[in-house]
């Protein structure tokens, strides 16, 4: 399928693979890009050494494009910056900031610069400062979340901006990726989905649990603090809550979530750890390569938009 993202990045299908901390590595990105989409490795925290490992590792598995995901507040994203200018990374997305000031740099590299936003705003800023393209993404998805549901930005972002729009939360199969293109989306970005797939490393114990989820087991943490997070619910999730209905303030719920997310992904603690997944949860019930979950994905969208 062709679209303005896949002309401008040189992919097969308009599928990105979201950049998520702790998971979207090289085995991950590699194998979303060899079968058509755009595989990225999230950068998150860690240092200019760990990423550029991660480049290579990738660069060995695959010759299609991928992408590098910054964490604009990482204490290391000056590093990593400059990193995928090094490194001849073809696309960077960006969360939790301005990529302003890098812009330049990865420009004249010819890097493709496709910040993800959270509301028109945000958007039409970061046109003017020269992305290539954005990710409107929704409420619905894991992790880090705005306010406004994907069903409502993604068409007031196509048509406030000209760049190409790709629609992100809540999105998982056939029938959300057309739902995507009719909003006005020349693409879609999913997380949740990738969880479950062969080639992604989380701990068993996670990946069950999406796997296991209904339309109802995804939470909002932190809302009081100014940081709501979706996550599966478990033990923590309803202890961070409860702390929130009581007045805790910021320092003393955060001790509830540190290393929460190493704990799900690294060491399977589902009852502690914080186990990120969008709402799409309830509809991911079934383990499959990235090549199965994509072409299953494209068979069921072209049938629905022809």
Known sequence: METAITRLLGIQYPIFQGGMAWVAEHSLASAVSNAGGLGIIAAANAPYE??????????????????????????????????VVEEKVPVVTTGAGNPGPYMKQWKEAGIKVIPVVASVA???????????AV????????????ETTT?????????????????????????????????GAEGVQMGTRFLTSRECVIHPNYKERVLKA????????????GHPIRCIRNKMTREYLAGEKAGLGFEELET???????????EGNV????LMAGQIAGMVNKEQTCQEMIEEIMTEA????G
């Open 50 to 83: 760990y990423v550029k490992e991660e480049i290579r590792k990738t660069k060995e598995l695959t010759d299609r494009p991928f992408g590098v995901n910054i964490m604009l507040l990482s204490p290391y994203a000056e590093d990593i910056a400059r990193l």
């Open 122 to 132: 945000l958007a039409k800023m970061l046109q003017r400062a020269g992305a290539d």
């Open 135 to 146: 990710i409107a993404e929704g409420c619905e998805s894991g992790g880090h979340i705005g």
């Open 151 to 183: 069903m409502v930005l993604v068409p007031q972002v196509v048509d406030a901006v000209e760049i190409p729009v790709i629609a992100a939360g809540g999105i998982g199969d056939g029938r959300g990726f057309a739902a995507a293109r009719m909003l």
């Open 214 to 225: 209904k339309d109802i087991d995804t939470v909002v943490t932190g809302r009081s603090t």
């Open 256 to 266: 509830l979530t540190i290393g929460g997310l190493r704990k799900a992904v690294q």
């Open 271 to 274: 009852d502690q750890g914080s």
């Open 302 to 305: 072209e049938k629905l938009l």
